[in-house]
């Protein structure tokens, strides 16, 4: 995977679990903590805290602030991430190793965030 984030950012990142389907990352940061650039394959994402952050990529930035104990879909994107909140951010990634059944349309612009139920 390009820009792996256990790489590129291994003081937040690590797998804590992976098999031939899917990789599964723990992440942890702190108030100010800053991640490099780095991508993720389609993930389901898991709040173990509530946190806030600001996600960039390619010039766009979208504020994310999760409650505890949420599921929510990551589709495939590269970005960076700022702890921008007042608590510790603890989430798990399951990041799924099948690519997508439908990709994105060539020029189409790259997803950023977590999607919304």
Avoid at 53 to 71: C, M, N, Q, T, Y
Wanted: aromatic share 8%.
């Amino acid at each position: 995977m390009q820009s792996d984030p256990v790489v590129t950012n291994p003081q937040f990142y690590r797998v804590i679990f992976e098999n031939e389907r899917v990789r599964v990352l723990e992440y942890l940061d702190r108030p100010g903590d800053e991640s490099t650039p780095h991508r993720h394959p389609d993930s389901v994402m898991f709040t173990l805290t509530a946190f806030r952050r600001r996600l960039s990529s390619g010039g766009r930035f979208i504020d994310v602030d999760l409650p505890e104990g949420v599921a929510r879909w990551l589709p495939a994107q590269e970005h960076s991430g700022a702890n921008t909140g007042e608590t510790a951010t603890h989430t798990t990634f399951v990041e799924l190793k099948e690519p997508a059944p439908h990709p994105l349309p060539a020029g189409a612009p790259e997803l950023l965030g977590p999607l919304p139920d």
